[in-house]
């Protein structure tokens, strides 16, 4: 792997090394073993954070150059395009509603289900999961086990800059409707988010449930219940709301976590 890996770094500072075939082969076999679930963009570590391999993002941008442009039939549908499409989803346990779409070189592990919605290459979607109607999950996203993105949820993908950050959503999130969430922000283990929440790396992320509020900004820690908010900014031209977001609570620590969803919601009313 470490001989791979340098291969791909250095056909990153010289991009002529692409016309070379053990360069296009290494590009290949990488996307390969991201389709295989054998590699990841990023990684959980043990103690909580997250590794990002920015070698493997860099074979995924130099794949698309090495490629050729190819149409593609589906029954009465036609696609033309660089990258092909995720195949014998039965044989790996995932149901995959019509017109749902993943590329190749994503990864959805056994029990995934995807009703019509779309997964970019260099994704990773662990078991459990539902990408719902219309949600997207971006180029090199990381989701986690047992996690629901709601209808319309975007999840960015980020391959430029290559050392950024992909975005990230833990095991036993939920994430309501239309939920924008980009730019490598990172959402905790089992936090709920309303509806409409939307996340950039400078969103401002307040936690309201203490006598002074505290500013998150870049993830939205774990178990927290996050619904829309806006706070005044003065400009030039006068103040205005900002958009933000705002944690009006917490999960509870409970073994079910369907049950704690389900209150957490009750409790708060929040939307989703």
């Known amino acids: 792997m470490q001989d791979l890996e340098n291969l791909i770094n250095q056909a990153w500072e010289d991009r002529s090394m692409l016309q070379q075939k053990n360069v296009q082969e290494a590009i290949l076999h990488v996307i390969g073993l991201l389709d295989k679930g054998q590699l990841r963009v990023a990684e959980p570590l043990p103690e909580g954070d997250w590794k990002v ?5 860099k074979a995924v941008i ?3 150059p090495i490629q050729e442009m190819k149409t593609i039939e589906v ?4 696609f033309h395009d660089k990258i092909p499409l995720k195949k014998d989803y039965a044989s790996q ?11 190749y070189g994503s990864y959805l592990e056994s029990g995934v289900i995807m009703m019509p919605s779309y997964v970019n290459i260099g994704a990773w979607v662990g078991s459990g999961t539902m990408v719902d109607t219309w949600a ?12 629901h993105l ?3 949820v975007g999840i960015g993908g980020v391959l430029e800059p290559p050392q950024a950050a992909p975005t990230i959503i833990e095991d036993d999130c939920f994430i309501g409707s239309r939920c924008i969430i980009v730019e490598g922000v990172r959402v905790e283990k089992e936090a709920v988010l309303g509806a409409n929440v939307v996340l950039t790396k400078s969103t401002h992320i307040i936690d309201v449930t203490k006598p002074i509020p505290e500013t998150y900004k870049g993830r939205v820690p774990a178990r927290s219940v996050v619904i829309p908010g806006t706070y005044p900014k003065k400009f030039m031209a006068g103040e205005y709301q900002v958009a933000c977001a705002l944690i009006i ?6 073994t079910d976590k369907k049950v704690s969803l389900n209150q957490a919601l009750r ?6």
């Not at 997207?136 to 996690?147: D, E, F, L, M, W």
């Open 53 to 57: 391999n920015d070698w493997v993002k």
């Open 62 to 64: 130099m794949y698309f």
């Open 75 to 78: 029954g009465p549908f036609e």
């Open 93 to 103: 346990g995932v149901r995959v509603v019509p017109h749902a779409i993943a590329r």
């Open 136 to 147: 997207t999950v971006g180029s090199c996203a990381q989701i986690g086990r047992n996690v």
């Open 150 to 152: 709601s209808g319309g």
């Open 249 to 254: 609570g917490k999960r509870t620590e409970a």
């Open 267 to 272: 409790d708060y009313g929040v939307s989703v």
